[in-house]
């Protein structure tokens, strides 16, 4: 019997190594996987993403200009309505497929096809793009972002001061880098241009465009990327380089995997496997004590953990016992790492936190002494909630006087919000707020707002204007700054890890912020009063606890 052929999706190049190994070795039972609710919900929301920008690019370019094969599920149609497009020269393709690429292992569906000129033989030429629930863009000072509205797509623009985001996306290098090759492969990529591909973003820039929304330009030729080199120490490659080095590994791992060889991977946990339904197998396959799986904050990348392993490091144990200043170890070690930041440091924090989870210790001390804390007579820790359109829907503050009990004031829209309502609420909880300040002044007792990281303050600057709120935001006062100064979290510094250290715990059995979304859609959605009223009501209790959990954490301090 034949093995099956390989062929790979734009996004298995940036995927788990492991993960293909799984998928491909047929002595490995395949089991049911529920997707869990938080990436649900990240995928639905790419999904309506992808569905506004489509909307977007329909109505702005003439029928004429611009083909939607978005509706044809069928691989075969889809592929021949997508070559008749690119032989019909169409400038903008959306929702296409192109011919699976059998010698190179490739298969793919690129959401944008773009006609960029014609090649030498006189042919359409096209490059890859992609639609992503992300943002592909960042201020930098000294940056230009190459970009294109959606009504001129192939007028290529600059802008100073701001750059395309590169190592923080690269996955998105890899994927157009993976539909580029495709398009060689049909002899349709430009060939008087730069290897190219763009991102749509979730970037709202109404400077340079009426929606917002614009083509981001990626240059896949550009030696962007650093990487360890055996010879060199560090060495920048290219997208492409990447790309081809990394689908090529994967072919040869899914090759042995088909032909049920020993695999050439086994697993390093990272954060890809909190949503992989491979994680219970490869916990198996690795033991119940292996570091990359423990150590989830702070975690060292796959290159690190392979290094560690080299020398015989693997578990927590073997971490915690770990002399990182050895000359041995340093000198069989560092060499393989030159490519990261500061591996040193990194591994400390590594071993350090190996040795708090040996010792069953969560939060460590790093500082000596009493704790400053700005204290007044009216204390009010203030938490907020915000939907999956980044809309603020609940602004949740509890109020603390010297011998009275606290009391939980939310303010809240249960409706779905828009841009100008989500501005109104805010401005109600400015005002309730403004209201709570006047009565401390009168009576002659001070007020200060806690708050755990920066949202709160952020989003009511955002909403209502940096100087408009000035008067409020200069009473906040943000914990995570003192807790960072003196204390090392074992998971972190987040609220949900630090605040039980200090003696508090959440009446949700799973509490959390993306879980909170998802009780809002819940909400929203169901025609049944009860389900309603009982999701609301969680909400609240779960709110009313991330400002309780603050409270504990300031007095805890």
Request: proline share 5%.
């Amino acid at each position: 019997m034949s093995e099956p052929t390989v062929l790979f999706t734009g996004y298995d190049a940036k995927r788990c190594a492991r993960r293909i190994h799984n998928e491909w070795d047929p002595g490995i039972a395949k089991t049911g996987w529920e997707v869990p609710g938080e990436l649900r919900m990240r995928m639905d929301a790419g999904i309506a993403f992808e569905a506004t920008v489509f909307g977007e690019l329909r109505a702005a370019l003439s029928p004429e200009r611009l083909a939607d094969l978005s509706h044809i599920r069928d691989k075969a149609a889809a592929i021949e309505a997508t070559l008749g497009a690119i032989e019909a020269g169409v400038e903008v393709i959306l929702g296409g497929c192109l011919p699976d690429d059998v010698a190179g292992g490739r298969s793919g569906r690129p959401d944008v096809l773009l006609r960029l000129g014609d090649r030498g033989d006189g042919r359409p030429a096209y490059v890859p793009g992609d639609v992503k629930g992300h943002k592909s863009t960042a201020v930098r000072a000294r940056g230009t972002l190459l970009y294109s509205r959606l009504d001129d797509p192939t007028e290529q623009t600059t802008y100073p001061g701001r750059a395309a985001e590169v190592t923080a996306r690269f996955g998105d290098y890899l994927q157009l880098a993976h539909y580029w090759r495709m398009l060689e492969s049909i002899g349709r990529s430009p060939t008087s241009s730069v290897p190219l591909g763009f991102i749509i973003g979730t970037d709202h820039l109404p400077d340079l465009s009426a929606s917002g929304h614009v083509l981001t330009w990626l240059q896949l030729d550009a030696p962007l990327f650093v990487t360890y080199s055996r010879s060199k120490r560090t060495a920048k490659r290219t997208a492409l380089e990447r790309y081809d080095h990394e689908h090529g590994f994967r072919l040869k791992v899914a090759a042995a995997a088909a032909g049920a060889e020993e695999a050439l991977v086994q697993p390093i946990f990272t954060d890809e496997c909190d949503a992989c339904p491979w994680y219970d197998h490869c916990r198996t396959v690795s033991g119940p004590d292996v570091a990359s799986a423990e150590i989830r904050s702070g975690r060292l990348s796959v290159r690190e953990w392979h290094a560690l392993s080299q020398v015989g490091v693997t578990t927590v144990e073997d971490l915690a016992n770990l002399s990182i200043d050895d000359d041995t170890f340093q000198d069989r070690y560092l060499p393989e790492v030159t490519n990261i930041k500061d591996p040193v440091r990194r591994l400390a924090d590594a071993v350090r936190r190996a040795r708090m989870t040996v010792a069953g210790v969560t939060l460590e001390r790093e500082t000596m002494g009493q704790i400053i804390v700005p204290r007044a007579d009216v204390e009010i820790d203030l938490d907020i909630e915000w939907d999956t359109e980044d809309h603020v829907y609940l602004w949740g503050a509890m109020v603390s006087r010297a011998g009275q009990a606290s009391t939980y004031h939310p303010v809240v829209a249960w409706d779905e919000l828009d841009d100008s309502s989500a501005v109104g609420l805010a401005q109600q909880f400015a005002d309730w707020l403004r209201a709570e300040i006047a009565a401390a002044d009168q009576s002659g007792q001070s007020l200060l707002v806690y708050h755990y990281s920066h949202p709160e303050p952020a989003y009511l600057k955002r909403l209502l204007g940096e100087e408009d709120v000035a008067d409020l935001t200069s009473r906040f006062v943000d914990l995570l700054p003192i807790v960072r100064e003196h204390y090392f979290g074992l998971h972190g510094l987040g609220i949900k890890q630090v605040a039980p250290a200090f003696g508090f715990g959440w009446r949700d059995e799973d509490p959390g912020g993306l879980q909170s979304q998802l009780w809002l859609i819940e909400a929203r959605q169901t025609a049944a009063a009860e389900t309603r009223d009982a999701g609301r009501a969680r909400i609240l209790t779960y709110n009313e606890d991330d400002v309780r959990a603050t409270s504990a954490i300031r007095n805890g301090l």
